[in-house]
């Protein structure tokens, strides 16, 4: 599109399109700047050199995260990955500014020539690990984008509640906000994960060896079978609420009881948050 010169002191917007249409990571840049004489038989342009990544997450529902997990008993084991605050003791870690003057240790100070305090950690946090499966042979290209906004939906619903949420995937990405994955760094991933071929919920029970259980569990997937669930099978006695999610199924109804665990089968996105809403409303 061609526009006159500008006057001097003059400015002139142009609008530059992104590619927002789907997710992804994105080079945007560098601008070209043209000039051309009047009957466009000689154009001399310049590259501004500054690019910039644009991160296009994926779509999200509002979706309500799971009321309660399980909870561990004040005198039980307590975990440095859980949020600090609340009265469960963790351990004594040296004093920093902005502690509580009153969970100062005076013994411990005393030995130790240095301010001690008590760490106590919140146990009764809903905690949510959210399984994300991958394997390219239980979807199309839809049924697989639709699952990508339910996962999203789901991190975003315990991240801005302030809840921890955890979520793994069969092709091995693990990610915490207990350990100090932020909700950016959670969509980051999810605007770039794809299906995968090796990916399969059979090699979960492998990759759950050191997950400690306890809490909320939602597994989603596409249109898995017997086989494949079965895999899920020995984790429902590990936690407190499990939901399967099937993409890419259309079934009236949508959400049956299994023994442990809840199914909803969707044929999209918005029919699974639907029939999760409902669930975790009653």
Not at 93 to 111: M, N
Not at 120 to 126: G, I, K, L, Y
């Amino acid at each position: 599109m061609l526009f006159r010169s500008l006057d001097a002191g003059a400015s002139h917007t142009r609008p530059y399109r992104l590619p927002t249409d789907h997710r992804g990571k994105f080079r945007v840049g560098p601008l070209t700047i043209s000039r051309a004489d009047p009957f466009q038989l000689i154009r001399t342009g310049q590259d501004q050199r500054s690019t910039h990544t644009l991160w296009v997450h994926p779509q999200t529902h509002r979706m309500s995260p799971f009321p309660n997990g399980a909870t561990r008993s004040l005198e039980g084991a307590t975990s440095g990955e859980a949020p600090q605050g609340g009265v469960a003791f963790h351990t004594l870690r040296e004093y920093v500014v902005g502690d509580d003057l009153r969970l100062i240790h005076w013994k411990s100070s005393a030995k130790t020539d240095r301010l001690m305090v008590r760490h106590n950690v919140d146990t009764f946090q809903p905690r949510t690990l959210v399984i994300f499966d991958v394997d390219r042979r239980l979807y199309d290209a839809d049924s697989f984008e639709d699952a990508v906004r339910v996962v999203s939906s789901l991190v975003v619903a315990n991240c801005t509640s302030n809840f921890p949420v955890r979520l793994r995937t069969t092709a091995g990405l693990v990610l915490g906000s207990e350990t100090g994955d932020r909700l950016e760094r959670f969509l980051d991933h999810l605007a770039l994960v794809k299906p995968s071929r090796s990916a399969s919920l059979r090699n979960l029970p492998a990759q759950m060896t050191t997950e400690r259980g306890g809490f909320s569990l939602a597994v989603i997937t596409g249109r898995a079978g017997v086989t494949e669930l079965a895999a899920v099978g020995p984790l429902r006695t590990r936690y407190s609420n499990v939901t399967i999610g099937r993409m890419g199924v259309r079934s009236t109804g949508g959400v049956f009881a299994l023994p442990g665990a809840v199914l909803i089968n969707a044929g999209t996105s918005t029919e699974f948050t639907q029939a999760w809403n409902r669930r975790i409303r009653r």
